[in-house]
């Protein structure tokens, strides 16, 4: 059974870099003909997709994150992760990673529990 | 940017009817070379991740009950569950995937139990 779990710091002080990793488990990144993808969400609000990565390096970033968004994918470690620079407050939320449905770029199938990210001095 | 906006903000339907979920997106996400409509829909119960619902608006992910349906084409779109059940209580997002690299979600339905 897939299951996709994220990992990093829960505080960031601002302007520093965001950074989470997503582990995956039960299945290979490079095997399928999915996407993997990272979504935020802010505590009460809704859904943002930041962007996606294929196993073969190929990204597709949220113009409007483009210039802070880094998506990397380490295919021996089967993880994927997510970089973003110069955090603000509005950065603060809950990051999701994800699998999406195959050959579809951002429609998410699988997903990790999430983790709270908290941008704050 | 394709905005996508949702109706009603919220609904609170009896166990066991209908309930009706509108989706509205600014410009048509029919991709007129496969005849698919470049939309989902995704369930998000209290403190856990969103659930994929359905996709190319009317395909109905694996395990998904079939009293889930979408229907809908270019830019007018719903999601119906034909009859509630308890554990349907949850906020419902529809995204657009047509407009690479942006895809955007609707702002959620809340649906609770009359």
């Known amino acids: 059974q897939l299951q996709l779990q994220e990992s990093g710091p829960g505080l960031v002080k601002p302007p520093e870099t965001l950074s989470l990793t997503c582990t995956v488990s039960g299945g290979s990144i490079s095997s399928s003909s999915s996407y993997w993808g990272w979504i935020r969400q802010p505590p009460g609000k809704g859904l943002e997709w930041i962007g996606s990565i294929y196993y073969s390096g190929s990204t597709y970033y949220n113009p409007s994150l483009k210039s802070r968004v880094t998506i990397s994918v380490d295919t021996s470690k089967n993880q994927f992760s997510l970089k973003l620079s110069s955090v603000t407050a509005a950065d603060t939320a809950v990051y999701y990673c994800a699998k999406t449905v195959p050959q579809i770029i951002a429609v998410a199938a699988n997903w990790g529990q999430g983790t709270l990210v908290t941008v704050s001095s | 940017d394709i905005v996508m906006t949702q109706s009603p903000d919220s609904l609170a339907v009896s166990l066991g009817e209908r309930a009706t979920i509108n989706c509205k997106s600014s410009q048509s996400v029919l991709y007129s070379s496969n005849n698919k409509n470049y939309l989902a829909w995704y369930q998000q119960k209290p403190g856990q991740p969103p659930k994929l619902l359905i996709y190319w608006a009317s395909t109905r992910e694996s395990g998904v009950p079939d009293r889930f349906s979408g229907s809908g084409s270019g830019t007018d779109f719903t999601l119906t569950i034909s009859s509630l059940q308890a554990e349907d209580v949850a906020v419902y997002y529809c995204?657009?995937?047509?407009?690479?690299?942006?895809?955007?979600f609707g702002p959620g339905t809340k649906v609770d139990i009359k």
């Open positions: 995204q657009q995937y047509y407009s690479t690299p942006l895809f955007t």
